[in-house]
């Protein structure tokens, strides 16, 4: 696989204790093993098969998406930020590639 390409999004201004929009999005292919090539040979399966991410020590999400997810998939979800933080994103695909992005969620 290519370079994977991640990047996670939440507001400017966060203050202790409020709830945040975290907007996290993937570049990968999600081949479902169902499409077929130019010559007619089946493109191999490859999802994501977990998606990990923590704040700080805390878990705040886990997906095991399946073959129905579209190519780069998008995930949107709340969590509460009551201090700064080490934002980290994993993920594993079927061919094993390890994906990660890490990035300082700021409180003020």
Same mark, same amino acid.
């Given at each position: ?17 409020? +709830? ?8 990968? @292919?999600?081949?479902?093993? =169902? %499409?077929?090539?130019? &010559? ?22 886990? +997906? ?8 780069? @998939?998008?995930?949107?979800? =709340? %969590?509460?930020?009551? &201090? ?22 700021? +409180?003020?």
């Amino acid at each position: 696989m290519s370079l994977v390409i991640a990047r996670v999004q939440w507001p400017d201004r966060i203050a202790a204790g409020d +709830v945040v929009k975290v907007r996290l999005l993937i570049q990968h @292919p999600m081949d479902t093993g =169902y %499409l077929q090539d130019l &010559q007619g040979k089946l493109v191999p399966r490859n999802v994501i098969r977990q998606l990990t991410c923590t704040l700080g020590k805390q878990e705040v999400l886990r +997906v095991e998406p399946s073959s129905g997810i579209a190519a780069d @998939p998008y995930f949107e979800f =709340y %969590l509460r930020a009551d &201090q700064t933080a080490e934002f980290r994103a994993e993920w594993q695909d079927d061919r094993g590639f390890q994906g990660v992005l890490v990035q300082t969620l700021k +409180v003020l």
